[in-house]
């Protein structure tokens, strides 16, 4: 792929950045997922830019600077932020299903996350002990250790995996410098209980046919994670060359990967 850009390729990529809004506080929702039922969202992230180790074609919060480094970045909520914005969450409402750690880009990228899981873990266990914790991450950050045992201590660690070899991540996922395929697939592999996540896409760039996808499919069956999680896109995305993959087309998929693999693949 030609990496250079044109003041016109610069304009037309500015031009798709309008999709949806950021998550303006620490609590959001609750939403009616797909995956988890009720889900109040915890954002750890900066509420007035997307903060994210990746810039993915599809993501629905549109483009983001991949030449910032995110420890570059401040105004992320405090420890009692949090934990004072999820205890008025749970005292004021019916308890969710979930709360999940997702919101305004990689909720892993908070300086204090391990600390803030073992807290928040701690406060569910005392007001709503039903209600499971789970993350939505790009998988970014979990070759390092510290990372790694504080999401094993989610119910549901849910963990990005878009493509089974270096070229296709780059051309997907777009990291920041520093981010490589390996160090994810080696962290990954690390973990002894893992959710993975994939978002199959068409279009010029796309997972969900030929070596891409036979290489998604081989990285699966390396990996053997708990189960899988295929879905495509149903909201605004920051390219507007990304084609949507069709319901049907994911159940065959997820009947064909969980044959190929022998692990658990559900479409949503």
């Known amino acids: 792929m030609n990496s250079s850009k044109t003041p016109s390729d610069h304009q037309s990529r500015e031009g798709r950045m309008s999709v949806l809004k ?16 009720r889900s109040l ?34 105004g992320f909520p405090s420890l009692e932020t949090v934990l004072q914005s999820v205890e008025k969450a749970l005292s004021q409402q019916p308890p969710p299903n979930y709360l999940t750690f ?3 880009g990689e909720p892993t990228l908070h300086p204090r996350f391990p600390e803030i899981v073992v807290e928040v873990r701690r406060l569910r266990d005392r007001m709503c002990p039903d209600v499971r914790l789970a993350i939505l991450s790009n998988s970014s950050r979990i070759h390092r250790s510290e990372i790694r045992e504080a999401v094993q201590q989610l ?49 010029p760039l796309q997972n969900a046919e030929g070596e891409a996808h036979e290489a998604w499919l081989s990285t699966l069956a390396q990996l053997s994670p708990e189960k899988v999680q295929v879905y495509s896109t149903e909201r605004p ?26 692990v658990p693949v559900r479409a949503y």
Request: glycine residues 10%.
């Open 22 to 37: 950021l998550q303006g506080d620490v609590i959001y929702g609750p939403i009616h997922s797909r995956r988890l039922g």
């Open 41 to 74: 969202g915890i954002n750890l992230l900066p509420t007035i830019h997307k903060l994210c180790t990746f810039d993915c074609i599809y993501c629905q919060y549109g483009s983001s600077d991949a030449g910032s480094m995110p420890e570059e970045h401040t």
């Open 102 to 104: 997702s919101g305004n």
């Open 155 to 203: 119910d549901d660690p849910i963990m990005k995996l878009d493509a089974g070899d270096p070229a296709t991540f780059a051309q997907i996922n777009r990291p920041v410098p520093g981010v490589t395929f390996e160090k994810i697939i080696a962290g990954l592999a690390a973990m002894p209980r893992v959710i993975i996540q994939s978002m199959i896409v068409d279009g």
């Open 237 to 262: 995305v920051a390219q507007t060359e990304v084609e949507r993959v069709s319901k049907a087309t994911l159940e065959e998929l997820a009947r064909n990967a969980e044959k190929r693999t022998g």
